[in-house]
T-cell receptor
Framework: EAQVTQNPRYLITVTGKKLTVTCSQN?????MSWYRQDPGLGLRQIYY???????DKGDVPEGYKVSRKEKRNFPLILESPSPNQTSLYFC????????????FGPGTRLLVL | AQTVTQSQPEMSVQEAETVTLSCTYD???????LFWYKQPPSRQMILVIR??????QNATENRFSVNFQKAAKSFSLKISDSQLGDAAMYFC????????????FGTGTRLQVFP
């Protein structure tokens, strides 16, 4: 089944404790992205990657890191989480062409205390 | 920079009736994609319908259709014969055709469906 998976789905952590949210897709897509969703703000892009070893900042990259060492994986790293990073996070992937559709993962709900 | 505006935070409709959700956007590009996504309580993002800007014909998917007015930069979603399962948050989104991987979302419209 074609899908984007994220782990964990739910996470409670404390300020300053490094964490990684994994994202994997099995569709051989070139493009992958991370978004965060906050009430009243919709979804905003954090980082994206257009291929292996190619990443770039989205609209809200501060406090986040990413890497793309393999085509299928695109982990999101919070090296020192803060309470303002409490949010719902989505990973998404899409093919280079046709590029009209993004496939979203199920979301990761993060609470930083 | 492109922006997407959804001016209706909440809408409600009675089962079997029709409802229209509004979306406007701002861009200087001539070619792009527009989308409506549905987010039910499960939080999953589900693609409802998409529209290529170069196509004049409005997209339709079963009970869902759009009214795409390119000159007015308007992209509304019409849901016909509303069902209880249509209750969700709906997001309008914009994507450029250029070599970047970014969806720009509106703030969403919460749709309630009453029996």
């Amino acid at each position: 089944e074609a899908q984007v998976t994220q782990n964990p789905r739910y996470l409670i952590t404390v300020t300053g404790k490094k964490l990684t949210v994994t994202c994997s897709q099995n569709m051989n897509h070139e493009y992958m992205s991370w978004y965060r969703q906050d009430p009243g703000l919709g979804l905003r892009q954090i980082y994206y990657s257009m291929n292996v070893e190619v990443t770039d900042k989205g609209d809200v990259p501060e406090g986040y890191k990413v890497s793309r060492k393999e085509k299928r994986n695109f982990p999101l790293i919070l090296e020192s989480p803060s309470p303002n990073q409490t949010s719902l996070y989505f990973c998404a992937s899409s093919p280079r062409w046709p590029k009209e559709t993004q496939y979203f993962g199920p979301g990761t709900r993060l609470l930083v205390l | 920079a492109q922006t997407v505006t959804q001016s209706q935070p909440e809408m409600s409709v009675q089962e079997a009736e029709t409802v229209t959700l509004s979306c406007t956007y701002d861009t200087s590009e001539s070619d792009y994609y527009l989308f409506w996504y549905k987010q039910p309580p499960s939080r999953q993002m589900i693609l409802v319908i998409r529209q290529e800007a170069y196509k004049q014909q409005n997209a339709t998917e079963n009970r869902f259709s759009v009214n795409f007015q390119k000159a007015a930069k308007s992209f509304s979603l019409k849901i016909s014969d509303s069902q209880l399962g249509d209750a969700a948050m709906y997001f309008c989104a914009y994507r450029t055709v250029y070599n970047t991987d970014k969806l720009i979302f509106g703030t969403g419209t919460r749709l309630q469906v009453f029996p």
